[in-house]
């Protein structure tokens, strides 16, 4: 079984900064494409940012040049750093992943999301 547990949202002025974490753990052999999800309300989730076990990485159009996705292999752990946040960045952040488990089986694995809220 592989859990992944995302961390580091909460409320934050425009302009402002946040890092989210996620941390796969379980039994873990390998793990390929990290992504982060986001869902506003009333909206359908979309992939904000992608990176590949070798370092391909895509952005959302409308993140490029403020958010930055990076990932540490030897922890299992992807973040999402976000700057200059917008009001239009408010919504529940996912983090999903490509796991190859102990028994090479190969799922695909969400956290539990974890809230961004942009407000003065």
């Known amino acids: 079984q592989v859990q992944l547990v995302e961390s580091g949202g909460g409320l934050v002025q425009p302009g402002g900064s946040l890092r989210l974490s996620c941390a796969a753990s379980g039994s873990i052999s390998r793990i390929n494409r990290m992504d982060w999800y986001r869902q506003a309300p009333g909206k359908e989730r979309e992939l904000v940012a992608s990176?590949?076990?070798?370092?391909?990485?895509n952005y959302l159009n409308h993140v490029k040049g403020r958010f930055t996705i990076s990932r540490d292999n030897a922890k299992n752990t992807v973040y999402l750093q976000m700057n200059s946040l917008k009001p239009e960045d408010t919504a529940v952040y996912y983090c999903?992943?490509?796991?190859?488990?102990?028994?090479?089986?190969?799922?695909?694995?969400w956290g539990q999301g974890t809230q961004v809220t942009v407000s003065s």
């Open positions: 990176i590949s076990t070798l370092g391909t990485i």
């Open positions: 999903n992943a490509d796991v190859y488990d102990t028994r090479s089986r190969l799922n695909n694995y």
